[in-house]
C-alpha cells in the first residue's frame, strides 16, 4: 500500500522560505516520477514541481522557476520541495504525488498522470 505523507507546511511572511516533506512508504520508488502541486481557494490543482526519483532533470512551473527546489533522499524514501522568497500568491494547499509511468516529455504536467496522492499540507504567506 502506497502512502505519501507530506509535512512541513506553515505560515510565513512574504520572502521567507520552507521546506515540504513528503515521506514515501509502500513501493520501491526508483522508477516513479515524483510531483508537487498545489490548490488554493477557488483554483483548480496546478502544477509545481518534478522529478522522477531516478535522474537528474527537474521540472518546474513557471510561477515558483528560480524560487523553489525538488529534491530527494533515498535513504529516507522522502521527497522535499525548499520553497524561497515565498509570496502570498504562493499561499494554498501543497500536495505531493506519485507517477507510476513516466512516458512522454510532459509526463509531469497534468495531476491525472499521478497514481497516488498525499492528503496535503497547508502553506500561508502573509504580506
Known amino acids: 500500500q502506497v502512502q505519501l505523507v507530506e509535512s512541513g507546511g506553515g505560515l510565513v511572511q512574504a520572502g521567507g522560505s520552507l521546506r515540504l516533506s513528503c515521506a514515501a512508504s509502500g513501493r520501491t520508488f526508483s522508477t516513479y516520477g515524483m510531483g508537487w502541486f498545489r490548490q488554493a481557494p477557488g483554483k483548480e490543482r496546478e502544477f509545481v514541481a518534478a522529478?522522477?526519483?531516478?535522474?537528474?532533470?527537474?521540472y518546474y512551473a513557471d510561477s515558483v522557476k528560480g524560487r523553489f527546489t525538488i529534491s530527494r533522499d533515498n535513504a529516507k524514501n522522502t521527497v522535499y520541495l525548499q520553497m524561497n522568497s515565498l509570496q502570498p500568491e504562493d499561499t494554498a494547499v501543497y500536495y505531493c504525488?506519485?507517477?507510476?509511468?513516466?512516458?512522454?516529455?510532459?509526463?509531469?504536467?497534468?495531476?491525472?498522470?499521478?497514481?497516488?496522492w498525499g492528503q496535503g499540507t497547508q502553506v500561508t504567506v502573509s504580506s
Open positions: 522529478k522522477k526519483w531516478s535522474g537528474p532533470y527537474t
Open positions: 504525488a506519485a507517477a507510476r509511468t513516466t512516458y512522454g516529455s510532459t509526463w509531469y504536467l497534468s495531476q491525472y498522470a499521478y497514481d497516488y
